[in-house]
């Protein structure tokens, strides 16, 4: 029934009784990128945050991880691959990195994380930097520059 519902006609009605409280609300909503810093909370609120930011890291960086396998194992659609890759990656430092281990054929330069620690290097990441992959960013290790992911 909730589902059913048009939530235009809860807004009105919201906006009619408590128009300084709804303008407020309306307006954080549709600042820029607010969506994406409040989503993680709200699914995290709902347990549901691992699938999200598992299925964010497949749509952000599957083509990066894509890309080093072909590398690794020089699969024929790697130079493919490589060609739609940098104008797909969210993240230049990101893109410089990988393209600059590749060069130097230092694959895989790309691991994934439980989150607390660099899975090359065992070095404690700052707090800032578990944060920032638990949202389904890459980070780059300080300590061996590598490519760190959240584990899906
Ligand atoms: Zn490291």
Redesign the pocket.
């Given at each position: 029934m909730l589902v059913q519902a048009d939530p235009r006609q809860g807004i009105t009605t919201w906006e009619q009784l408590d128009p300084e409280g709804s303008k407020r609300f309306l307006t954080l909503l549709r600042q820029q990128n607010i969506r994406q810093q409040v989503e993680p909370h709200l699914l995290a609120l709902f347990e549901i945050a691992p699938d999200y930011v598992r299925r964010l890291i497949e749509h952000r960086w599957g083509f990066l991880l894509k890309l080093q396998e072909a590398d690794i194992h020089l699969s024929p659609e790697r130079e493919d691959l490589y060609a739609r890759a940098k104008a797909r990656c969210p993240d230049t430092r990101i893109w410089t990195c990988y393209d600059a281990a590749r060069r130097a054929k230092r694959l895989p330069v790309i691991f994934q994380t439980s989150g607390n620690s660099?899975s090359?290097?065992?070095?404690l990441l700052p707090m800032r930097q578990q944060q920032h992959l638990k949202n389904g960013n890459a980070i780059i290790?300080d300590?061996?520059?590598?490519i760190?992911l959240l584990k899906g």
């Open positions: 660099c090359k290097c065992h070095t290790c300590n061996c520059d590598k760190l």
